[in-house]
């Protein structure tokens, strides 16, 4: 069952668009504008990134502060964690 809820985690990934990413950026509380938006869209699209494994997070956090800054990749990174304890996926990660 976890490796089907991988999937659909990493197809949503590679599917969001800078529209989406706005919006939840705007849900909560980022500050992104639609160029960066646009950017972590053709990021998310253009490279395998890997969230269920420290390694991966960490590179998907650094390469999103080289986009944003270390503040909003910071801000994710606490927000991606809390919505894994909050659903009870930590066994996905």
Do not use: C
């Amino acid at each position: 069952m976890s490796n089907f809820f991988k999937s659909i985690i990493l197809n949503k990934m590679k599917h969001l668009s800078a529209h989406e990413l706005l919006h939840y950026s705007q849900q909560y509380g980022f500050n992104i504008d639609p160029h960066q938006a646009k950017q972590i869209e053709s990021y998310l699209r253009q490279n395998t990134v890997d969230p269920f494994s420290k390694k991966g997070r960490k590179i998907m956090y650094n390469d999103l502060a080289q986009i944003t800054d270390s503040q909003t990749a910071n801000k994710a990174q606490r927000l991606f964690e809390n919505i894994i304890k909050e659903n009870g996926l930590e066994y996905l990660f």
